[in-house]
């Protein structure tokens, strides 16, 4: 096991660090950070520009400014911004922070709903309540995120002025000032995290419940199940042991690969409702032509993806003996 | 039907009406309108703005630090010795200063008298220091460090001097700088800067990167969360009338959707933009809301290349100056959502636009025939000039065809989008087909300054007066695309050194001719501003400075008799 969690972090290393080329070359390739100075009404003086591009590093070649980035990464330093005020992993920090309050709750929610009712659907295929599931299920699928996410922006402001009071916040993570006391900061944040949260339970719901439908009704149909049936084992034994269990390793495969997707932001959701997570911080990012900036979310994102697909790697061998004792 | 199947369709049915009820307009559509007259209103209350970005750089005269959104949320913050008002016209702000002029010209000379109790936040007096430092960190040869904005006119000021007691500042110019009003527009205090090191180190970095705890102006910070919101108090020290909202929060809230559903939630009360069909229809929507609608000293306008291959012909950009209908364009495009704000018949000046208290503006367009659509008129001109038309396309007097013509336009936006595309279809009359090069943002701005288009869509902001025109259009200028007249770079010359604003109105004007009739320039008209907030407020209107709509900010408050707005 140890051997194996090595060899994953070696190649995650070595994917990072082609990643990383291949972004930072895009970027410097992409356009001038400077753009906006230069464009200036009246014009910024050529002095100013010059002392930019060499605060930035814009006056080395390509080669050099990736090595030195990499350099820096080693004493914890992600790079200028060019923003000359911005500290890209202070900020990063704070954007994690708001981005794992806003996507942790949703995914446990999300997750324990799609099991439960893909589980449902996939043993009584066809009959109530797969008949109402599937149909919902799909209606969600078919729901752009940024649509759902506006409707149900509406919903709360509507739902507000017929209540005449704000139960619903769609606005950021917070009020501004925050609540003073511990309660009612509490249900400040509640009231600015139900739409949010609920926008992406049902987007992701929506597929993972049917991943776990698909998965359970193919292991319904597994040989293992007629043997447990046969050798005459409880239905409650039969389903939970011979038919759930096995049905868990393709949705943990998913649900490995759409973490770190989240983690680095629910671009949409964030967007929508102003809360100024890694998707905000990436878009930023990008409009403002930050390479530091895209390459320190890069570094994040990696590191997600590397961790989420190897915990997926440990759970493979909790849920699936095969997976242990071929190693 | 199955009772599931049959409650299924109950259940979609009710969320589809609730869906349907939440997206209906509540109330009857607002009128938008140009409220530019002050009104009564009272002490107390507050304001949520929502603004688009967060503050990047707290120096807002540092070249990083002078942006739009930054300008606006830092203005309540510091000591302003002119204001422009929704009309235009420059005025002294008289809680800072008793007056201000020119009172030699030779060399020129300025004195600015202060008013009596001037201080910042902090109790220390407004003074000469704070005119001296403001002065040295804009001026090159006194901080060449200083990563500063704009140093033009600064560097000409050869001495800043005070009276004995302190109120009378007077200046000395080396050469005579028209313009001197827009200098000093944000003044920073020196006895800060001393906290923060020499000029270099407190410019670029001590009033950079650190939040203001200081305030000339009529609010000061009280709390601010970076990326979330900025909070002002009044400044117990202010020295000027009111300010009368006692809380004034900066929301930063991305996107103009996002603020006017932030406004309809009640969560924002003001959203200041530039708008657009969809947002202006959606702010009619709103019940209860006030819409300002007004134009800025920033416009739109067409451009030509009068160099290279086809452009340098001036009786192609004549004939196309001639076809192209600019009112037309004008109807097409913002006429849809701000019909008041007019068309523009001048490149120097908006309609309207007072200088020293004279009327500016002037139509130079219409006797050169420019933007009026006439179709035959340019048939005529291209005739004489020994083109022809042949099978809807333009034959060259060498007998070739005309090559298509490229027209580079910033995709992002809208208006100059469209500006494009019916400037492709009027030319079609012509015979001459348009490319449209919609760039993005980072390739939009060096196309320009290279000259690498045929027509082009852009902006200029006319704060600056003839600098604002000299950037463009000066030989070897900053942004200059390869055209040069020495008639006009004299012209320029003259205004920007003229003093008297009678005479400078008429340099002026003799500029837009002669870069009209080169056809360098098809003005269009100013940059529509939206601004809408709950029908209780008062005194928030339109600025047409760069600046913003915070520019009166002390005057802002809940109206005395709400309704009447």
Same mark, same amino acid.
């Given at each position: 096991?140890?051997?194996?969690?090595?060899?994953?972090?070696l190649s995650a290393v070595g994917v990072l660090l082609l990643a990383s080329i291949v972004i930072f070359v895009v970027i410097a390739v992409s356009g001038d950070p400077l753009a906006d100075l230069r464009d200036r009404q009246?014009p910024v003086p050529p002095s100013v520009i010059q002392a930019e591009e060499q605060r930035l590093g814009l006056d080395l070649p390509l080669h050099e400014r990736y090595l030195n980035w990499v350099g820096g990464l080693f004493q914890g330093d992600l790079g200028p911004s060019t923003i000359a005020t911005r500290d890209i992993g202070a900020e990063l920090t704070d954007r994690i922070? /708001?981005t794992?309050?806003?996507?942790?709750?949703?995914?446990?929610?999300?997750?324990?709903?799609?099991?439960?009712?893909?589980?449902?659907?996939?043993?009584?295929?066809?009959?109530?309540?797969?008949?109402?599931?599937?149909?919902?299920?799909?209606?969600?699928?078919?729901?752009?995120?940024?649509?759902?996410?506006?409707?149900?922006?509406?919903?709360?402001?509507?739902?507000?002025?017929?209540?005449?009071?704000?139960?619903?916040?769609?606005?950021?993570?917070?009020?501004?000032?925050?609540?003073?006391?511990?309660?009612?900061?509490?249900?400040?944040?509640?009231?600015?995290?139900?739409?949010?949260?609920?926008?992406?339970?049902?987007?992701?719901?929506?597929?993972?419940?049917?991943?776990?439908?698909?998965?359970?009704?193919?292991?319904?149909?597994?040989?293992?199940?007629?043997?447990?049936?046969?050798?005459?084992?409880?239905?409650?034994?039969?389903?939970?042991?011979?038919?759930?269990?096995?049905?868990?390793?393709?949705?943990?495969?998913? /649900?490995?690969?759409?973490?770190p997707v989240?983690l680095s932001g629910?671009v949409i959701?964030e967007t /929508?409702?102003?809360?100024r997570g890694m998707g905000g911080f990436l878009l930023e990012s990008i409009n403002l032509r930050d390479g530091n900036a895209v390459l320190a979310w890069l570094l994040i994102a990696a590191f997600a993806v590397v961790?989420?697909?190897?915990?997926?790697?440990?759970?493979?061998?909790?849920?699936?003996?095969?997976?242990?004792?071929?190693? | 039907?199955?009772?599931?199947?049959?409650?299924?369709?109950?259940? +979609?049915?009710?969320?589809?009406?609730?869906?349907?009820?939440?997206?209906?307009?509540?109330?009857?559509?607002?009128?938008?309108?140009?409220?530019?007259?002050?009104?009564?209103?009272?002490?107390?209350?507050?304001?949520?703005?929502?603004?688009t970005s967060p503050i990047t750089d707290?120096?807002?005269?540092s070249a990083n630090g002078d942006t739009t959104g930054q300008?606006?949320?830092?203005?309540?913050?510091?000591?302003? =010795?002119?204001?422009?008002?929704?009309?235009?016209?420059?005025?002294?702000?008289?809680?800072?200063?008793?007056?201000?002029?020119?009172?030699?010209?030779?060399?020129?000379?300025?004195?600015?008298?202060? @008013?009596?109790?001037?201080?910042?936040?902090?109790?220390?007096?407004?003074?000469?220091?704070?005119?001296?430092?403001?002065?040295?960190? @804009?001026?090159?040869?006194?901080?060449?460090e200083?990563l500063?904005a704009?140093?033009?006119?600064?560097?000409?000021?050869?001495?800043?001097?005070?009276?004995?007691?302190?109120?009378?500042?007077? +200046?000395?110019?080396?050469? =005579?700088?028209?313009?001197?009003?827009?200098?000093?527009?944000?003044?920073?205090?020196?006895?800060?800067?001393?906290?923060?090191?020499? &000029?270099?180190?407190?410019?670029n970095e001590?009033?950079s990167k650190?939040?203001?705890?200081?305030?000339?102006?009529?609010?000061?910070?009280?709390?601010?969360?970076d990326g979330?919101? +900025?909070?002002?108090?009044?400044?117990?020290?202010?020295?000027?009338?009111?300010?009368?909202?006692?809380?004034?929060?900066?929301?930063?809230?991305t996107?103009?959707?996002?603020?006017?559903?932030?406004?309809?939630?009640?969560?924002?009360?003001?959203?200041?933009?530039?708008?657009?069909?969809?947002?202006?229809?959606?702010?009619? @929507?709103?019940?209860?809301?006030?819409?300002?609608?007004?134009?800025?000293?920033?416009?739109?306008?067409?451009?030509?290349?009068?160099?290279?291959?086809?452009?340098?012909?001036?009786?192609?950009?004549?004939?196309?100056?001639?076809?192209?209908?600019?009112?037309?364009?004008?109807?097409?495009?913002?006429?849809?959502?701000?019909?008041?704000?007019?068309?523009?018949?001048?490149?120097?000046?908006?309609?309207?636009?007072?200088?020293?208290?004279?009327?500016?503006?002037?139509?130079?367009?219409?006797?050169?025939?420019?933007?009026?659509?006439?179709?035959?008129?340019?048939?005529?001109? &291209?005739?004489?000039?020994?083109?022809?038309?042949?099978?809807? @396309?333009?034959?060259?007097?060498?007998?070739?065809?005309?090559?298509?013509?490229s027209?580079l336009t910033l995709g992002t936006d809208?208006?100059r989008m469209?500006?494009?595309?019916?400037?492709?279809?009027?030319?079609?009359?012509?015979?001459?087909?348009?490319?449209i090069d919609a760039a993005d943002g980072a390739r939009y701005s060096p196309a320009l300054r290279e000259g690498d288009f045929?027509?082009m869509?852009t902006?200029?902001?006319?704060?600056?007066?003839?600098?604002?025109?000299?950037?463009?259009?000066?030989?070897?200028?900053p942004r200059s695309f390869?055209?040069?007249?020495?008639?006009?770079?004299?012209?320029?010359?003259?205004?920007?050194?003229?003093?008297?604003?009678?005479?400078?109105?008429?340099? +002026?004007?003799?500029?837009?001719?002669?870069?009209?009739?080169?056809?360098?320039?098809? =003005?269009?008209?100013?940059?529509?501003?939206?601004?809408?907030?709950?029908?209780?407020?008062?005194?928030?209107?339109?600025? =047409?400075?760069?600046?913003?709509?915070?520019?009166?900010?002390?005057?802002?408050?809940?109206?005395?008799?709400?309704?009447?707005?």
């Amino acid at each position: 096991m140890a051997w194996m969690i090595l060899r994953r972090m070696l190649s995650a290393v070595g994917v990072l660090l082609l990643a990383s080329i291949v972004i930072f070359v895009v970027i410097a390739v992409s356009g001038d950070p400077l753009a906006d100075l230069r464009d200036r009404q009246p014009p910024v003086p050529p002095s100013v520009i010059q002392a930019e591009e060499q605060r930035l590093g814009l006056d080395l070649p390509l080669h050099e400014r990736y090595l030195n980035w990499v350099g820096g990464l080693f004493q914890g330093d992600l790079g200028p911004s060019t923003i000359a005020t911005r500290d890209i992993g202070a900020e990063l920090t704070d954007r994690i922070g /708001v981005t794992l309050r806003l996507v942790v709750v949703a995914v446990v929610i999300a997750l324990i709903l799609a099991l439960i009712a893909g589980t449902v659907s996939g043993l009584r295929q066809r009959r109530f309540p797969d008949l109402v599931l599937t149909p919902m299920t799909f209606v969600m699928l078919a729901l752009p995120s940024f649509w759902m996410a506006v409707l149900f922006k509406q919903w709360g402001i509507y739902f507000n002025e017929q209540v005449g009071a704000s139960v619903f916040a769609t606005v950021g993570a917070n009020s501004v000032p925050p609540p003073q006391g511990f309660v009612p900061f509490l249900l400040d944040s509640a009231a600015h995290l139900v739409l949010p949260t609920l926008v992406l339970i049902l987007v992701h719901f929506a597929a993972w419940s049917r991943y776990q439908r698909t998965a359970i009704a193919e292991s319904l149909a597994g040989d293992h199940v007629r043997f447990a049936v046969l050798k005459g084992l409880s239905r409650g034994r039969v389903v939970r042991s011979y038919v759930v269990r096995p049905a868990l390793v393709p949705i943990i495969t998913v /649900v490995a690969l759409d973490l770190p997707v989240l983690l680095s932001g629910a671009v949409i959701t964030e967007t /929508v409702f102003q809360w100024r997570g890694m998707g905000g911080f990436l878009l930023e990012s990008i409009n403002l032509r930050d390479g530091n900036a895209v390459l320190a979310w890069l570094l994040i994102a990696a590191f997600a993806v590397v961790v989420f697909n190897l915990i997926a790697d440990l759970l493979y061998a909790i849920v699936d003996p095969r997976v242990r004792y071929g190693n | 039907m199955t009772r599931i199947r049959r409650l299924s369709y109950i259940a +979609m049915a009710a969320a589809l009406s609730f869906t349907a009820a939440a997206c209906t307009s509540q109330g009857p559509s607002n009128d938008a309108q140009n409220q530019t007259e002050t009104q009564d209103v009272v002490a107390g209350g507050e304001i949520t703005i929502a603004a688009t970005s967060p503050i990047t750089d707290w120096n807002p005269i540092s070249a990083n630090g002078d942006t739009t959104g930054q300008r606006q949320q830092q203005w309540p913050l510091y000591p302003h =010795p002119f204001l422009t008002l929704p009309d235009t016209s420059v005025v002294i702000n008289e809680a800072l200063l008793e007056k201000a002029d020119v009172v030699e010209t030779d060399p020129m000379t300025v004195e600015y008298v202060l @008013q009596d109790g001037v201080q910042w936040s902090d109790g220390t007096p407004i003074g000469v220091d704070d005119f001296v430092y403001t002065q040295a960190v @804009q001026d090159p040869s006194k901080c060449a460090e200083c990563l500063a904005a704009f140093t033009e006119g600064y560097s000409d000021i050869t001495s800043i001097e005070a009276s004995e007691d302190g109120k009378t500042i007077t +200046m000395v110019y080396s050469e =005579p700088f028209s313009e001197w009003r827009a200098l000093f527009n944000y003044i920073l205090p020196a006895h800060v800067a001393e906290g923060y090191g020499d &000029l270099a180190t407190s410019f670029n970095e001590g009033f950079s990167k650190n939040v203001p705890e200081f305030s000339g102006g009529p609010y000061i910070i009280q709390d601010y969360t970076d990326g979330i919101s +900025m909070t002002m108090v009044p400044n117990p020290n202010w020295y000027g009338e009111g300010p009368n909202l006692e809380t004034i929060t900066t929301r930063y809230i991305t996107g103009q959707g996002e603020q006017l559903t932030a406004l309809q939630s009640g969560e924002v009360q003001l959203v200041y933009a530039t708008p657009t069909v969809d947002t202006m229809d959606q702010a009619r @929507q709103l019940p209860n809301m006030t819409i300002n609608t007004g134009s800025t000293l920033t416009y739109y306008h067409l451009g030509m290349k009068t160099t290279g291959d086809v452009m340098s012909d001036p009786a192609l950009r004549s004939a196309i100056a001639t076809a192209l209908d600019l009112g037309d364009m004008r109807e097409r495009t913002i006429g849809q959502f701000a019909p008041d704000v007019p068309q523009m018949k001048s490149s120097v000046y908006v309609p309207g636009q007072q200088i020293g208290g004279q009327e500016a503006y002037r139509d130079n367009m219409t006797d050169l025939g420019i933007g009026a659509g006439d179709v035959e008129g340019a048939i005529g001109i &291209l005739e004489d000039a020994g083109y022809t038309i042949t099978d809807e @396309q333009l034959i060259q007097p060498d007998g070739t065809p005309l090559r298509d013509l490229s027209f580079l336009t910033l995709g992002t936006d809208v208006l100059r989008m469209e500006v494009a595309q019916i400037a492709q279809q009027q030319l079609l009359a012509l015979g001459i087909t348009i490319n449209i090069d919609a760039a993005d943002g980072a390739r939009y701005s060096p196309a320009l300054r290279e000259g690498d288009f045929d027509l082009m869509a852009t902006g200029t902001a006319l704060d600056l007066g003839p600098l604002s025109m000299q950037q463009w259009y000066g030989t070897d200028a900053p942004r200059s695309f390869g055209y040069s007249n020495p008639e006009a770079d004299a012209l320029l010359e003259a205004a920007a050194s003229e003093l008297d604003p009678a005479a400078q109105i008429e340099l +002026m004007n003799e500029l837009d001719r002669v870069l009209l009739g080169d056809g360098v320039v098809l =003005p269009l008209f100013g940059t529509p501003m939206m601004a809408v907030y709950p029908n209780t407020y008062g005194n928030i209107f339109i600025n =047409p400075s760069k600046y913003g709509t915070t520019m009166n900010v002390e005057e802002w408050g809940l109206l005395a008799e709400p309704g009447t707005s």
